[in-house]
C-alpha cells in the first residue's frame, strides 16, 4: 500500500485508533482472544432455570411484608387443581370420586419442593367440619373420614354437611358439587419445575383414564413447568432463524466469507456474553431467551455494517489495506455510539428492583458492549488477512436494497416528500398518542399472558375460576400491637365489615377469614342454628372459639390459615377470579382506602401477599420502572448524540424520532390488548437500544458525504450505500427473532418478537425517512458546516447518468 493511501486514511475521523490498532494486527488478535478464551471457561457454569422470587421487586413494601408472613401464612407459589366430574347430573359424592380427590391430596404432597402446611383439599386433615357433640362440645374433624363410605345414605349424609360447611363450600367444593379443589403451596427457591409438571400431568392422566373425571391444573409452578416443557422448541427455532440468516448473507454478500464474518463475530460476541453470565453466577431464564437471540442478531447487523462499508471503499478502487482503514476509522464513532446506545439501554434494566430484571439489564448489557471489540474491531482485522473481494460499482447497480434506497433518496430530493412523508408522520403521530398514552399496566387477559388462551394451562385456569372463589388470592396482613389482639371483638367486627366490602370489588370470589371461621363456629355451637351466625360480643368467647377449633384438630397448626398462634397477626384472604390489571388494581386500591378510613386500635394493616398482592407490586414496580428506563435511554441516547455531532439539532431529531417509535409501540400494544408487566418490560429498552443504531449510522454518513457533495448528492448516496446496509441488516434482525412469532407456542415470546420488530421497523423506516427529509429541510450545521470541496470521486463519476436518469423518471 502506498504511503500516500495510508496518509489520506489518517485524515479520517477515528483513523488514529484505527491505524494503531492495524500497525499491530497480531497484537490485536491476541487482545481479542486472551479474554475470550477466560471467558469460554466460564460457560459450563451457566444452569437455565427459573425461581419464582426473581419475578418479584425485592424492595417494594409489599413483597418485603410478603417475604416475612410467607413463613408463617405460606406463599403465592401455590399449584391450584380442581377435579370435575365429566357427567353433568353426577356430582363429586360418590366413593370413586372422592378417593381420586383424597389420591390427589396425597400424592401432590409427595412432590419434591411442597411446602406440606400449605397442601389444602376436602381429602386434608387441615380442612376440618366442626360440630357439636350431645353433650354440648365442640368437635373438629376432617371434612373426609378416613375411610370413605361407599353406602349411598352415608355419602349424602356427607354431602349435606359439605354444603352446610361455610369454610368449604364455594371454596373447596363448587357450588354446583361437582368440582373439588386441591391446593399444594411450593417453596420459592429453586425447583425442579419439569418434574413438578411431568408428575402433575402424570396424575392428570391417571385420573382422567376412566373418562369420568376431569382435572384441570393451574398455578405459578405449573405454569413454569409449561414453559419448561415449550422451551423444547428452542432448538427448532434457533435452526430455522440460523438457516435463515446464513441465506439471507449469502444472498446479500453473495460469498462464503460475507457469511463466515459475521457468523464469526456474532460467536465470539455470544462466547463473551455467555462467559459474563457464567462468572457472574446468573441463570438464565427461558422465558427471556429472546432477548440474547436479538443481541446476536444485531451484533451480525453491526458486523454487516463494517462489511458494507468495506465494500464502498473497495468498489470505489481502494486498495484492500486502506479500505480497512478508512472503513474501520470513518465508523468507528457511529459505531461506538450505537453499541454504546445499545449496552446503556439494557444496562438502565439494572435499576429495576426485580432480580430477573436486573440480571437480564446486566449480562445483556456487557453482551452488546463486547461488540465494541468482536465488531468493530476484530471484523475489520479479519477483512485485512482476507484476499480482497471481486466487487465493483456496477454489482451496487444491480443489488436489490441498493437499487430500492436509490430510488427513495431520490424520491426524498424531490418536491413532494416533505408532504407524503411529514403528512404521514403528523398523521401516525396523532394515533400513537391518542392510543398508546394510557397502557395497561398488568395483565389484560384471564389467565396467563405467557401462554395463548387456548392452551390446556389458561384453559384449566378459566374452568377453576368459573367453578370456585377463584383460585387468585390478595392476602392482607393484620397485624396486632400484642397477642391476642386479633381475638379483639372490635377488631374481628372491623373485619367482617371489611370482608362485607371487599365483596363489591370487580371479580370478587370469596374470603377466607377470622370473621367467617367465628360466625361458623358460633353456629354450630348453638345447634347449628342460623341466627346464631354472629360475632361474640366478647374477647374471651372469640378466643373459646378459635381455641376449640384448633384444639380439636388431630395435627397441630390448622389455624394458621387465618392467623398465628399467638393471635397477633390475622391472614385476611379475599379470592378474585383472575390477576388481570383492572383486577388487581381495583382490589388493592378499595382495600387501602377502606383500611385507612376505619383504622384499627393496635392493628397495622400490612400489604399485601398472595399472586394478586405479588401482582400488585411487579405492576407497581413495572410503571415506575417503565417511566424511569424509557426517560433513562432516550435521555441518555439524546445527550450522547448531541455531543458527539456537537449539535442540539442531532439530538432534537433522534429524541423526536425515539418519542415517536415507543409511542407507535404502545399504540400497537393498546390496540393489541397487550398490557404492560414484567415480561414486556424488557422490550422498550431492548427496542430502543437497538433501533436508535440506524438513526446513528444515517446521521454519520449524511454528515460524510455532505463533506464533498452538495446536500442532494450526499443524501441520495447515504441512501443507496448506508440506507441499504440499514435495510438489510433490519431485515437480518428481523430474521432473527421473527419466526418467534408463529414457531413458539409461549405467546409471551410470540408476542414479545412481534413489539420488538415493530418497534425495530419504526426506527429503521423513521432512519431512512424522517432522518435525510429533516437534514434536507433544515439543513443543520453540522451536515452543512462540514463540506470541505465539491471534488468529484470516482464513485460520482460512474454514477451521474444513473441519478440523473433517476431524477429525470422522478419529474425534478
Known sequence: MSNQGIDKARETRGAAIANWLMDRKWMSFLIICVPTILLALHIPKIEVYSRFADLLPEQHEYIQNYNRMKQTFGGANVVTMALETTDEHQDIFTHETLQKVKYLTEEVDLITGVNHYQVASIAHPKIRRVKTTGGGLIKSEPVLPKDIPTEPEKLKQLREETFNNDIVYGTYISTDGRSALILAG????????????????????????????????????????????????????????????????????????????????????????????????????????????????????????????????????????????????????????????DAFALLVLTISSMPMIAKLGMYCAFWGASNLVTVAVLVPLIMSILPTPKVSIQEEHKHLPSRMMHTMGVFLVGPKAGFVVMGGAVLLTVWAFYFGWHVQIGESKPGSPILFP???????????????????????????????????????????????????????????????????????????????????????????????????????????????????????????KDATGRTVHEAVDKAKAWLAAHPMEGVTPRFAGGIIGTTAAANEETEISDLKTTAAIIAAVTLAITVAYRSLVAGVMVFGLLVLCVMTNRAFMTMRDIGLNVNTLPVTAVGIGVGVDYAIYMLDRLK?????????????????????????????????????????????????????????????????????????????????????????????????????????????
Not at 521 to 538: E, G, Q, V
Request: glycine share 8%.
Open 186 to 341: 411450593f417453596d420459592e427457591e429453586r425447583l425442579n419445575y419439569t418434574e413438578i409438571h411431568t408428575r402433575l400431568q402424570e396424575l392428570k392422566a391417571e385420573v382422567e383414564k376412566d373418562g369420568k373425571t376431569h382435572l384441570y391444573v393451574a398455578g405459578e409452578p405449573m405454569l413454569k413447568g409449561w414453559i419448561y416443557f415449550y422451551s423444547k422448541e428452542l432448538k427448532i427455532i434457533f435452526g430455522v432463524t440460523g438457516l435463515v440468516m446464513v441465506a439471507l448473507l449469502w444472498f446479500h454478500f453473495g460469498s462464503i466469507v460475507g457469511v463466515v464474518v459475521p457468523a464469526l463475530g456474532t460467536f465470539l460476541s455470544a462466547i463473551w456474553g455467555l462467559g459474563f453470565v457464567g462468572w457472574m453466577g446468573f441463570n438464565l431464564d427461558p422465558l427471556i431467551l429472546v432477548v440474547p437471540i436479538l443481541i446476536s442478531a444485531r451484533t451480525a447487523s453491526h458486523c454487516v455494517q463494517m462489511m458494507e462499508r468495506y465494500y464502498d471503499e473497495i468498489r470505489v478502487g481502494h486498495e484492500r489495506e486502506m479500505a480497512v482503514r478508512t472503513a474501520m476509522g470513518e465508523l468507528l464513532l457511529p459505531a461506538t455510539l450505537g453499541i454504546l446506545a
Open 454 to 576: 387456548d392452551s390446556d394451562y389458561n384453559i384449566s385456569a378459566a374452568k377453576i375460576a368459573e367453578k370456585f372463589a377463584g383460585a387468585n388470592q390478595l392476602s392482607i396482613y393484620f397485624e396486632g400491637d400484642k397477642a391476642h389482639r386479633m381475638k379483639d371483638p372490635k377488631v374481628v367486627a372491623t373485619m367482617q365489615e371489611f370482608g362485607r366490602y371487599m365483596a363489591d370489588t370487580f371479580n370478587y370470589g370469596g374470603t377466607r377469614d377470622i370473621p367467617q371461621l367465628v360466625r361458623s363456629i358460633n353456629r354450630l355451637y348453638h345447634y347449628d342454628d342460623p341466627r346464631w351466625s354472629i360475632i361474640p360480643t366478647a374477647q374471651k368467647d372469640i378466643g373459646n372459639t378459635l381455641f376449640m377449633y384448633e384444639a380439636g384438630a388431630s395435627m397441630p397448626g390448622v389455624i394458621l390459615e387465618y392467623m398465628d398462634l399467638e393471635g397477633k397477626t390475622a391472614n385476611f384472604v379475599i379470592f378474585y
Open 704 to 812: 460524510e458525504e455532505a463533506r464533498h457533495r452538495t446536500l442532494v448528492d450526499a443524501i441520495v448516496t447515504s441512501m443507496r450505500t448506508t440506507g441499504a446496509a440499514i435495510l438489510f441488516t433490519a431485515v437480518t434482525i428481523f430474521a432473527g427473532i421473527i419466526y418467534w412469532i408463529p414457531g413458539s407456542s409461549l405467546r409471551f415470546n410470540s408476542e414479545m418478537s412481534l413489539l420488538l420488530c415493530l418497534l425495530l421497523f419504526s426506527n429503521m423506516v423513521g432512519a431512512i425517512t424522517l432522518i435525510p427529509l429533516l437534514v434536507r429541510i433544515f439543513k443543520p450545521r453540522f451536515v452543512t458546516d462540514s463540506h470541505v470541496d465539491d471534488r468529484d470521486t470516482l464513485r460520482d463519476q460512474e454514477l451521474a447518468g444513473w441519478q440523473a436518469k433517476s431524477l429525470a423518471k422522478m419529474g425534478t
